[in-house]
């Protein structure tokens, strides 16, 4: 994201605070108010940029902290799911607990995976187990540091890892357990608190109190830490690949994993930002279309688009998940979430999977000497993705919190099957830049914005640079439209 200054109209600039100071002092040498001028203006410029972040964050940190402001706590990053097929060397009665950890390398990304069991596995007297898992990892008593300072809310860093589930975070001091708060309003000097600050590189720092606003720890202490990490939505792996028997039972044979499925990276600043806000809105007074889309994108990241149907006595949402996917587990609990939100928590809300206008697209793209045919023609099906994606703004807004090479290798690479590289980068962000104009004022595709036949031909006539000389579209011929209540999505797509 871009930083705006948003606040340069109410300081003053260089050349207004110079000519202040001639018309204040007239008999005075004009050198010495240059020097005054530009320290001014200086500061000015910080100034705007410190309540610029405070107001409209575009760190991760001051997001944190706009969220912590509004008593809103931002949607953390989840694990996905699988169910795991345990091999025994035998029949045997055989139980496994939950949080025993299996393995493997991902194809996408190169990195060790780690799953652990969510439920007890029991083999029944068989030599299997079936049982389900999540894509996270348990770390248990680590050192994190040690306290070396006695300033008031010292913090410090959790060095060697990332993507901390802040909920999983518990610490012990000289045998004493500490708990983690949001913040220190409501603690006192004898409380065992501590804090966990949000950095954008995905590490955190671990902050403490004053010694009357949450306990100071005794200096030179050691500090153990159990918590979890996990992968997010790059956890995800294919089926077999989940092969290694992590926690050595010498009664496994072999692992294996069905294909796992879900996962959510930690929600975005412009998430952040928008639920933060509605969470100062909704008061238990949910009651607009806006209110009520507001609501259900407020119940969980996974859910990056909602559409409000208001009505009398009761009303409707209708919802689209990370990556396109199935929305109904999300369905109940958001419709209790948002009823519990309404006057007196007692409108009926049903909350549904979108209505879609699926689209399918065929084109043909002639291709420039020197590039190579699969790449330009995978480079103008994404192009034509975008353009018709009901999930757009999942891939704009990681794409502006994390740049391009993030985007490509996290959301881009997981949720289609063209294996991008990083020299594909330059391309991948024009075209998405190209969609975001093409969108103008909107931030992402609308309900009831119909496909325009002419934004396909844009985004496929955009690619010249990036090998594509000339392109055709075949189908669709005219605009699809789409109702009040429908949101066009991708069909099939296909460049030759």
């Known amino acids: ?81 699988d169910t795991l097929t345990i091999t025994l060397n035998s029949a045997m009665a055989k139980t496994l607990p939950i949080g025993y950890q299996v ?58 890892y990332t993507n901390i589930i802040k909920t999983s975070m518990s610490l012990v001091i000289d045998g004493n357990t500490w708990t983690r708060v949001d913040y220190f309003d409501n603690s006192i000097s004898t409380d065992k608190h501590f804090i966990m600050i949000y950095q954008s590189s995905g590490k955190v720092r671990i902050g403490f109190g004053d010694g009357t606003t949450g306990a100071k720890p005794t200096l030179g202490s050691s500090v153990y830490g159990t918590f979890t990490t996990t992968f997010g939505v790059t956890g995800q792996m294919n089926a077999g690949e989940v092969t290694i028997n992590l926690g050595n039972d010498a009664d496994i044979s072999t692992v294996s994993n069905a294909g796992s499925a879900g996962g959510n990276d930690a929600e975005t600043i412009s998430s952040i930002i928008r639920n933060a806000r509605g969470s100062v809105r909704l008061r238990d007074m949910v009651w607009s279309q806006e209110d009520l889309e507001v609501a259900a994108r407020s119940y969980s990241s996974s859910i990056q688009k909602a559409y409000g149907i208001p009505g009398i006595g009761a009303a409707s949402i209708h919802i689209i998940v990370s990556g396109g996917g199935d929305p109904s587990a ?83 690479n997981t949720y289609w099957a063209w ?31 119909d496909l325009e036949v002419g934004d396909l031909w844009i985004m496929g006539n955009s690619l010249y640079d990036f090998g594509a000389d000339i392109f055709a579209l075949t189908a669709p011929t005219v605009n699809v439209a789409a109702a009040a209540s429908e949101i066009i999505s991708t069909g099939t797509v296909a460049v030759s």
């Open 330 to 412: 999300l369905l109940t609990p958001a419709a209790a979430y948002v009823k519990a939100l309404t006057q007196f928590g007692a409108m009926p809300i049903t909350v549904l999977a979108a209505t879609t206008v699926p689209v399918n697209i065929t084109a043909t793209v002639t291709v420039r000497t020197g590039f190579v045919t699969a790449t330009v023609q995978n480079l103008a099906e994404f192009a034509l993705t975008m353009a018709t994606c009901s999930f757009d703004n999942q891939i704009i807004e990681y794409y502006q919190d994390n740049g391009i090479d993030a985007c490509r290798t996290v959301l881009i």
């Open 103 to 160: 393995g493997g390398v991902s194809t996408t990304t190169g990195k060790m995976v780690t799953y652990e069991l969510t439920a007890v596995g029991n083999s029944s007297g068989t030599d299997t187990i079936s049982v389900a898992a999540k894509q996270q990892k348990t770390y248990t008593s680590k050192v994190l540091f040690t306290i070396d300072s006695d300033d008031e809310f010292s913090d410090y860093p959790v060095d060697g």
């Open 419 to 449: 294996a991008f590289t990083e020299e594909d980068n330059p391309a991948l962000e024009y075209i998405l830049d190209k969609w975001i104009a093409l969108l103008g004022t909107r931030e992402y595709r609308e309900w009831g914005q």
């Open 1 to 81: 994201m871009t930083a705006v200054n948003l606040y340069k109209h109410s300081t003053r600039s260089y050349w207004d605070a110079y000519n202040a100071f001639i018309a204040a002092y007239p008999r005075k040498p004009t050198w010495m108010f240059k020097e005054m001028a530009g320290m001014i203006d200086h500061q000015s410029e910080v100034m705007n940029r410190i309540a610029t972040d405070i107001l409209y964050p575009v760190t991760r940190e001051s997001a944190y902290a706009f969220a912590a402001s509004c008593d809103y706590d931002p949607t953390e990053a989840d694990g996905a799911t």
